[in-house]
């Protein structure tokens, strides 16, 4: 009791890892919610929209987290400023990032990213309201080049802009509070200049985030999120649905699928490796060995695309379905229980013999090798050389000493069939977690990939911890703490 406690333990390390790789792959994600949900484009003749769309930025950059920052903590320098992430255009952000690492002086850069965007949101509302066609034309060139500038930090690239946009101000009849708020631009460019304290950015400087990206990851906050310490893995980025009741069905049937083709496999294998290490170099063996040969060369994919083609064909064997999990025009409202479960069940029985088909073949030459090797041990000899007959001795000692790798390799293929799952399910259309990762890849539906990356890795964790367990049961002198006597 006390092994399995302290392997139930080393759980929690395992399982932290895990979150921190979640964590890591939606961070890391090349698209965010915010992208897929708007794609804003810079044709002014949608200007109108642009207002209506900072709104839904900020409002989907604060559902998900996106306005917070990443960690508790992070070192940066002296001229960083803390709330950069609430600025919801990111190309905003790298403007203001750039600007202090070349400056210094984060309050001058403040001044001159807000005096710039009064001017360009006026600058919108002057193109929206300017009838003469002249001067729109003017002030339409004059903005275009000021929409540049949202991306240029070097200050003489700023000015040779400032000094064209001048011209074309000078030489125009506009708008006295155009002129105003570019001038306030201008001067606050100035001052950028003239109060530039690059030294700033030598100083390291420790910041601490009590609020922040990760902490919501784990713990929510209590509104939108629960965190994923609760099983909330968040929104799913393309049907807005919560990521983790809309995966539970299709895990149901992963987990129902790789339990029973798992199971299938050692039941399958384990008599067959037996019989044919029994019936060593025989006409049987021989044959067995060529024929999981053959198989073991054969990809699971393969295997199942044969096994549809061939059971599933009316010009072959129309003996099973070509795909689903129920009847097309589904249950009978008055079925009960054991009558719908013996209408799926013709359903599984291929994506099952997919699923178990790599198993089996490793694991019937595993019992195969390990039953040959042990029966050339001295034990063995000596309990032959008593008079026990030899399904006794295979039955009794040397299945028992062939375990510890049989074991072991169940902490592999219990994954691996999880794994596996992507490409049977597709092929067999089963509504499972395979299916939805592929879906959720090409979707770029990262909450979804991460929330099926990590039950499928906390599968093989208990993949690993089932092994452990059987270790002690097969052969009780194995113990955690090895300083133990036996």
């Not at 939108?224 to 539970?248: A, M, T």
């Not at 589904?330 to 009558?339: A, K, L, R, Y």
Request: proline content about 5%; charged content about 20%; glycine content about 4%.
């Amino acid at each position: 009791m006390r092994y399995i406690l302290k392997r139930l333990l080393l759980l929690i390390p395992s399982l932290f890892l895990l979150v921190i790789a979640g964590f890591l792959l939606i961070e890391s994600a090349p698209f965010n919610p915010e992208e897929l949900a708007l794609e804003t484009e810079a044709d002014i003749n949608r200007l109108a929209d642009l207002s209506q769309k900072e709104i839904q930025k900020k409002q989907i950059r604060r559902k998900y987290g996106l306005d917070l920052p990443v960690f508790y903590f992070r070192v940066t320098h002296l001229a960083d400023i803390d709330t950069l992430q609430r600025i919801s255009s990111s190309t905003e952000r790298q403007l203001i990032r750039q600007l202090l690492i070349r400056n210094g002086n984060k309050s001058a850069v403040m001044n001159y990213y807000q005096s710039l965007k009064e001017w360009l949101d006026y600058s919108i509302i002057n193109l929206q309201t300017e009838k003469d066609s002249l001067v729109s034309e003017s002030v339409r060139d004059a903005h275009a080049m000021a929409l540049s500038l949202v991306s240029t930090w070097n200050t003489e690239t700023i000015e040779k802009q400032i000094n064209s946009i001048q011209q074309i101000y000078d030489s125009t009849e506009i708008n006295e509070r155009l002129k105003q708020t570019f001038h306030v631009f201008k001067s606050s460019f100035i001052l950028l200049k003239e109060q530039s304290q690059p030294w700033k950015t030598w100083i390291p400087s420790l910041r601490f985030n009590a609020n922040n990206r990760f902490h919501r990851w784990m713990f929510g906050n209590g509104k939108e999120c629960k965190g994923i310490i609760r099983g909330d893995f968040g929104i799913s980025w393309h049907n807005q649905r919560p990521v983790l009741p809309y995966l539970f069905p299709k895990l149901l049937w992963s987990a129902l699928l790789t339990f029973i083709s798992v199971l299938m496999a050692y039941a399958a294998a384990i008599p067959l490796g037996m019989a044919a290490a029994s019936k060593h170099n025989s006409v049987f063996d021989r044959m067995l060995q060529t024929v999981l040969l053959i198989l073991f060369s054969l990809p699971s994919f393969l295997a199942a695309i044969i096994l549809m083609r061939t059971f599933s064909n009316p010009d072959v064997l129309n003996w099973f379905p070509t795909g689903g999990i129920a009847p097309t025009g589904g249950f009978d409202q008055h079925d009960s229980f054991m009558h719908r479960l013996l209408k799926t069940i013709p359903y599984l029985i291929l994506p099952v013999i997919a699923y178990a088909y790599g198993s089996f073949v490793f694991i019937t030459r595993l019992t195969r090798e390990q039953l040959i090797q042990e029966e050339q041990k001295a034990y063995a000899v000596t309990a032959k050389a008593k008079g026990l007959s030899k399904q006794v001795i295979f039955r009794r000692h040397l299945l028992r000493n062939s375990l510890l790798p049989l074991i072991t390799v169940f902490s592999q293929v219990f994954p691996a069939s999880v794994a596996g799952s992507v490409i049977i399910e597709s092929i067999f259309t089963i509504p499972g977690m395979g299916q939805e990762a592929l879906l959720a890849v090409y979707q770029m539906n990262y909450p979804v990939l991460v929330a099926i990356l990590f039950i499928s890795g906390l599968f093989t964790i208990i993949g690993y911890l089932i092994s452990d367990v059987l270790y002690v049961f097969a052969d009780p002198r194995i113990r955690l703490d090895k300083n133990k006597p036996d």
